[in-house]
């Protein structure tokens, strides 16, 4: 992870997620906690358990986002998960331990394309070599040895190797300038059209200690066929082939599961859908269930995966749920137990809608002008008209359901739909909204409770 402290880690989310800052103080110092622990003493690092979180708060507040800015923040390995993928064991679904073993892949994956990254330098180098064998195969030996001897090699023979390789030098050359790119060869790749083996298992085959798909993929014997590319093509999927035998794929392995033990974020999302304690028949009677299954990977357990066993005690996981049926404390206590931290989320109203339309790097507003520039259109919004639209979106929000800053998207989609649509044939390329044309557009579906509620 990188090592930043929790102020520059509140700063960086502030470039892309307006207010919240209770959440993003409270996700700041939990990232921070894993480098403290990194540095105490390694019997105390043991003891040292993360202090999970729960985000509360309705939908379109930022609580995805957050998670998704981590990811990209830290260089944690990290992933997302929907809690309502999983049922319990008997049901029809995925079990809890799957989440450790996709985090696992998803690191080994990140790892081994990094090393790949590592040693592009020398897989090009030893690429070129395999390419300049095919435009000049080597001379085979003529002079074979007989015990051991060592090879004559007359003046002649000798001659002719120093013509071969002068002229290797001279392709050479003209390879690294570009003057051989189109030029057509014949090249063996391997053929990647394997059949499909699919094992189906509610608790996933890795329990056993085995990958099925590889080992049936080692018995079967690795088949090629030969394509006819250009050079330049053949270079880069040389290239390819040499990085990927390069890495050390045992060291990728171990570091992964290192880093997922000691440095691992799992954000499950929709956690309240798994709350509730009725016992009603039907799909409901998995909840309680999926909660129990879910403990003992948060208060730390092993997981079998394909690269080894993981331990989960330091895993930081971070929960995000709306609440709005369910609450907190309708889980069961022992998970309750497992996220200390509780952070709510505030509602989001016309000045941060205004904020989140203008301010973030990614700024939806700055979304449309750079998509309409690629068609030489130029557009600019006006205050009143980003403010009109603010206050649209909160009038639409308290009208029919409120989907948070989502609804700006819907808006600014309708909003623009005519000129987004005429676009390419557009006569005067200088287009300005202002508050009259927003509510020219918008007003009427506004007004209209039963229209905005299909089309907002």
């Known amino acids: ?35 403290r622990r990194r540095q105490v003493e390694p019997d105390l690092q043991d003891e040292i358990a993360p202090k999970n979180i729960i985000l ?31 049922t319990e064991v008997g049901y029809v679904g995925r079990d809890v331990e799957s989440m450790i073993r996709d985090l696992v892949e998803l690191t080994v994956n990140t790892l081994k394309a990094r090393q790949q990254e590592a040693v592009q330098e020398k897989a090009a180098r030893l690429a070129e070599e395999r390419v300049l064998d095919i435009l ?12 051991n001897k060592p090879i004559q090699i007359s003046d002649h023979t000798a001659q002719n190797q120093d013509t071969g390789s002068g002229t290797r030098e001279k392709l050479r050359t003209m390879l690294r300038a570009g ?34 798909k590889d080992m049936l993929g080692n018995l079967m014997p690795k088949s090629t066929k030969r394509r006819k590319v250009s050079v330049k093509e053949a270079l880069k999927i040389l290239t390819q082939e040499e990085a990927a035998h390069l890495v050390d794929m045992d060291r990728v392995k171990t570091d992964a599961v290192a880093m997922v033990e000691q440095s691992g974020i799992i954000f499950i999302d929709e956690i309240d859908k798994i709350a509730g304690k009725e016992k009603s028949q039907g799909p409901e009677v998995s909840k309680e269930g999926v909660q129990r299954d879910l403990l003992p990977i948060v208060e730390g357990s092993s997981v079998p995966t394909k690269y080894g066993i993981v331990k989960t005690d330091h895993i930081l996981f971070i929960a995000s749920g709306a609440f709005h049926v369910s609450k907190p404390s309708d889980l069961i206590p022992e998970l309750q137990g497992r996220f200390p931290i509780r952070v709510e989320l505030t509602s989001l109203g016309a000045d941060e809608f205004v904020r989140i339309l203008t301010e973030p790097k990614n700024a939806l507003v700055l979304q449309y002008i750079a998509l309409l520039r690629t068609e ?37 989609e309708k909003l623009l739909e005519e000129i987004l649509f005429a676009a390419p044939d557009v006569a005067d390329p200088q287009i300005k909204i202002d508050a009259a044309f927003v ?18």
Do not use: C
Not at 187 to 203: G, K, T
Not at 440 to 453: C, G, P
């Open 376 to 412: 030489g259109v130029d557009i600019s919004f006006t205050q009143d008209a980003v403010e009109k639209i603010a206050a649209i979106a909160v009038d639409v929000n308290a009208s029919t359901e409120n989907i948070g800053a989502r609804r700006l998207h819907t808006l600014m």
């Open 136 to 147: 000049l195969p080597p001379t085979p030996r003529s002079n074979v040895p007989e015990d």
């Open 179 to 212: 003057k051989l790119d189109t030029r057509q060869i014949d090249l063996d790749v391997a053929d990647r059209s394997s059949p499909m083996v699919e094992i189906f298992s509610n608790s996933g085959i890795e329990e056993m200690g085995i990958n099925v």
């Open 439 to 456: 509510e020219k557009q918008l007003m009427d579906i506004v007004k209209n409770e039963d229209l905005s509620r299909y089309i907002l």
């Open 56 to 86: 509360i708060g309705p939908t379109g507040v930022g609580k995805t986002e957050i998670a998704r800015r981590l990811a990209n923040l830290t260089d944690s390995p990290f992933y997302k998960v929907e809690a309502s993928k999983f």
């Open 1 to 35: 992870m990188k090592d930043l402290k929790p102020r520059e880690i509140v700063k960086e989310l502030d470039k892309y997620i307006i207010g919240q800052k209770d959440a993003k103080k409270s996700v700041a110092i939990a990232l921070r906690n894993r480098w």
